[in-house]
């Protein structure tokens, strides 16, 4: 397929709390949402969920830092995001407490009308993994649906 959506983390220079004293360092990484389009990652900037720092993404969990801009309005809000979604998703989405590249990796697949499942929570007990999903039909409706799985599953 040409046009398809990928969520992927960047590495920051910034140290969560609990890690500050962790040698070699652990940098927080935070996810970002990307459209790539004929094997061309889309031009963005995204900002750190955690120090607040602009990064230009450049390639897939690849970002330079942009230094001397300071917070980036011009960047969408999970509140922008709202604006087009339908009411009553945007409303389960909310309590959901996903993130930014969540909603963005949702309404892409919303946007080009594409069928897909997206994990949005998962609980794990032992070796049983209970994922909440919400499937995206290509007509444009939803359903949320439970999954349980027994072998280990990467989940974003
Ligand atoms: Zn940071």
């Given at each position: 397929m ?10 920051c ?8 004293n ?8 935070f996810i ?7 094997d061309?990652?889309q ?11 602009l990064?230009?993404i ?9 230094h001397g801009?300071?917070?980036?309005s011009?960047l969408?809000?999970?509140?922008d ?8 998703l945007?409303?389960?989405?909310v ?37 909440k999903i ?8 939803f359903?949320?649906r ?10 974003l």
């Amino acid at each position: 397929m040409a046009l398809e959506g990928i969520r992927h983390l960047i590495e920051c220079h910034c140290v969560l709390p609990q890690y500050r004293n962790s040698n070699p360092p652990v940098f927080h990484k935070f996810i970002v949402f990307s459209a790539i389009n004929d094997d061309q990652v889309q031009k963005k900037l995204a900002q750190c969920n955690n120090c607040g720092i602009l990064h230009r993404i450049v390639d897939i969990c690849k970002s330079e830092i942009v230094h001397g801009l300071e917070e980036g309005s011009s960047l969408r809000s999970i509140e922008d995001l709202k604006v087009s979604f339908p009411q009553r998703l945007s409303d389960f989405l909310v309590t959901q407490k996903l993130d930014i590249s969540t909603w963005e990796f949702i309404e892409f697949l919303i946007d080009n009308k594409l069928e897909k499942d997206v994990v949005i929570n998962k609980t794990e007990a032992g070796d049983i993994t209970q994922l909440k999903i919400l499937q995206i039909n290509a007509d444009g409706t939803f359903k949320i649906r439970n999954e349980t799985r027994q072998d280990d599953v990467e989940v974003l």
